[in-house]
C-alpha cells in the first residue's frame, strides 16, 4: 500500500510525505500556468522536462498534473485534430477532488493510467542506485495494457538524473514515438546533463525558488510546523528557497551549526581554535553519519555567500546572527570575492575526498577550518 512506511519509495525524500501526498503547490503559480495555458489552449505537448534545483517541488508537480490528467480525460475520443488535440473545458487549476475515483486509486498506487519510472530494487533486494534498463522496459506493457475507459496515460520519471545510458535510449525512443493520449512529466535536477534528443523533445517547466512565506505554507504542509520571522529568512538562504533542501536542514540542525559556522569565520584571519576543535568533533561524530557532509555543505554555503557579498558589494540578508559584519570585514572588493570562491570549491572538495578514501573526518574537518585560515591571510588589502 501507499502508506506502507517499509515500501521501498526512491522518489520520498527523507522526513517529508510522498510528492503524490501535497494537497498543494506553493510558489511555481508560473510553472503551473504554462501547462494550463497549453491545456487550454488544445496543445498539451507529450512530453514535459521539470527542471530546477532538487528539491524544490518538481516531483510535486509532476504528481499534481498527472492526478489532474487522469482524472479529467480529453474531451474527445476523436483524435487529434488539425493542431492537436481537441480542446478541453478551460480549466484555471490543477485542484483535483481528493475522493475523485482516479485520484483515490493513484494515492493507493493502482491507477493503471499512470506509470512510474524510478530506481527499484537490485536481485539482492537492495535499493539499486540507477534506474536500469530493466525498469525502463516496464513501459512497454504498460503502454500494451488498453484502458477500459480510455483517457490519458501518464509517464513520471523521478528522476531522469539517475538514468542509466541504456534506460535513457529506451526512454528516448518512447519519445520519438509517442502512444496516442500519453503524456510524459520528466523530473531533471541537472537537464544539461540529459541526453539533448531527449531534451529537444520535451517542453521545458522551469520551478524556481520559493521565497519565505511560500516556503513557511510549504514546511507547514510537509511537516506540520515551520519556523517564523528572522528563522525562516534564514531557512531560506541556506536552502536557496527549496523545501526538500529546507526539511533536511531542519532535521540535521542545519541553520544552527551554521550560525556557529559564521562564528568560527567571524574569527578570521585569527581561528577559534576551540570552536574549531569542537566543530570538527562534532562532524565527525559517527552517531550521525550526515554530520560530516552537513558541516562541509554548509562551510561551502558560507563561502559562497561571502564571495556573493564580494562580487556583487551589496549586503545579503543574514542566515545567522553577525553574518553581515563578517561579510563586510572578510569580502570588502571582488579580488577577496575570487579568493573566497575558489577556497569553497577547493576546500570542500578535498574534504570530501579524503572522506571517500577514510581519512580521519575529524582531521579532515579541521583542515578544511585551517584552509579558511590560510585563504583570510592571503587576502589582498
Known sequence: MADDPELFEPDRRAGAPHPRSALRLFGQEAAEASLRDALNAGRLHHAWLLTGPQGIGKATLAWRIAKYLVANPP????????????????????????DHPAVQRIMAEGEKALFVLRRGLTDQGRPATR?????????????????????????????????????ANA????LEEPPRDTVFLI????????????????????????????????????????????ALDALTALSDGSP??????????GPALYARLVGLMASLPGLDRALALQLAAAGADRRTP???????????????????????GQPLPEAAEGEAAMHARLAPHPQAARAWAEAAGHLAATARRGQAVNLDPSTLLLDMFHGLQTTARSLPA
Open 244 to 253: 526538500g533542501a529546507a526539511i533536511t536542514l531542519m532535521e540535521a540542525g
Open 131 to 167: 534506474i536500469g534498463i530493466d525498469e525502463a522496459r516496464k513501459l512497454r506493457g504498460f503502454f500494451a495494457l488498453s484502458l477500459p475507459d480510455g483517457g490519458r496515460r501518464v509517464v513520471i520519471v523521478d528522476s531522469a538524473d539517475e538514468m542509466s545510458p541504456q534506460a
Open 75 to 98: 474531451a474527445s475520443d476523436d483524435g487529434p485534430g488539425l493542431f492537436g488535440e481537441a480542446p478541453a473545458p478551460r480549466t484555471d487549476t490543477l485542484d483535483t477532488d481528493p
Open 187 to 230: 523530473v531533471c535536477h541537472q537537464p544539461a546533463r540529459l541526453l539533448p534528443t531527449i531534451r529537444s523533445r520535451c517542453r521545458v517547466l522551469r520551478l524556481a525558488p520559493l521565497g519565505a512565506d511560500d516556503l513557511g505554507q510549504a514546511l507547514a504542509q510537509a511537516t506540520g510546523s515551520a519556523p517564523e520571522g528572522a
Open 290 to 312: 550526515a554530520a560530516f557532509e552537513m558541516t562541509v555543505q554548509l562551510t561551502q554555503t558560507a563561502l559562497a555567500r561571502l564571495a556573493r557579498h564580494g562580487a556583487t
Open 171 to 174: 526512454l528516448l525512443k518512447s
